[in-house]
């Protein structure tokens, strides 16, 4: 709708995200939050319509989840053929997105953005979107720890699981159905492996087609915020968004840094330049999968890195290795839980940053591709899933900058694996950046 104007997705949304503020800022300045015609505005046409996308998102979420993650171990499996490539591979996405989602926690946790609010509003915003998730809100746990927690991760029947939305269970079985995968090598099994890579084309497809409703969506849910909660919602997305932030920083600055310098050879000012187009791009699009043929062209021609590997790496990490989404989702969640005065256990953090690592495995690799994962986790923990629709305003900027870390994560593995491989010392300072874009 919007780009056949010449107007980006992401305008539009910025429009709508301005519209449903300052009407919602208007009303409940003029009129107040109180009034009837007011509640029922909120409740008959802005609520219902915003929940709609909500709907939308949560149907396609167990599909897409299922297929993405074992296409993404499957495709990580063609171990036989690169070697020490593979579990190099899997090992660094394994730690990089385990250090980012417990840097995520940590700041969330010492800042505590989403705390404070009072509770009587909160359960106002939860009353007006509560029917857009109640398939999640009923079947979900409500709670995750105890001692059974590890044996709880294996579904005694995979398919109640799926309809209770057991969301961890189901990514459990993914993995492992993935690695069946890649130990049948059959023509039999690479059939079902294409028909699980169709069905998440269309999956991805249809996410597509739901996220261009987002304009109108953001412009109902904002106006239902603000014109409910007035100033104090935004000085809590505000809050919330400076925590993802500079969260995703630390780990591109400092992390990143730190494992270039070891375990690549890499200079990292000189290794950020180099990664440059890359990074702008993933920036511009918010799409892991949209920026894979310049950050391909990237590791050619100004990383230096061997093809073989950084075709493997890169196409790989467009799907199975997403840093910020897992740092984004884990943040997310504990906010949300916040917001809702909702005390989280260390059990449940825990599991939080288990499920977070495999979602960033299991996420499309495309713009808001992470929001279906993060309602699934919600309702996993006990976190009404509908409390997703307070960040849908902020989402668009924190999603280029989650796929900006993304991309640049996937160039810090596949240099840390070339290093390793038998002539990856390419990688190191012999081969100097080249000044040429790569675009």
Known sequence: MAESRGIGLHLWMLIGFAVGIAAGFAVNLSVGADDPSVVWLTANVTGPIGQLFLRLLFMLVLPLLFAALATGVAEMGDLGALGRAGWRTLAAVVILSAIAVGIGLALVNLFRPGAGVDPELAGRL???????????????????????????????????????????????????????????????????????????DVMMKLIGLVIKIAPIAVACLMFNL???????????????????????????????????????????????????????????????????????????????????????????????NQNGTALFEGVTVLFLAQFFNIDLTLTQQASVMLVCILGGIGTAGVPAGSLPVIAMILGMVGVPPEGIGLILGVDRFLDMCRTTLNVGGDLVVATIVARGEKGGELARGAARPETRSAV
Do not use: C
């Not at 993995?175 to 169709?198: I, P, T, Y």
């Not at 909660?229 to 969260?247: Q, T």
């Open 126 to 200: 939860l009353e007006q979107g509560r029917a857009g998730a109640a398939g999640i809100v009923e079947g979900a746990p409500k709670s995750v720890g105890g001692a059974n927690f590890f044996l709880d991760l294996i579904p005694q029947n995979v398919v109640k699981a799926a309809a209770e939305n057991q969301i961890l269970p189901v990514m459990v079985f993914a993995v492992f159905f993935g690695v069946g995968l890649v130990m049948a090598k059959s023509a039999a099994s690479d059939r079902l492996q294409e028909m699980l890579e169709g069905v998440l």
């Open 226 to 320: 603000t014109a409910l909660f007035g100033w104090d919602i935004l000085l809590r997305l505000g809050a919330y968004a400076g925590v993802v932030v500079l969260a995703l920083a630390i780990h591109f600055f400092i992390v990143y840094s730190l494992a270039v310098a070891t375990f690549g050879g890499w200079s990292p000012p000189k290794f950020f330049a180099a990664a440059g187009p890359a990074l702008l791009v993933a920036f511009s699009t918010a799409s892991s999968n949209a920026t894979l043929p310049t950050t391909l062209e990237v590791a050619h021609t100004r990383l230096k890195l061997p093809r073989k590997i950084s075709r493997f790496v890169l196409t790989i990490g467009a799907t199975a």
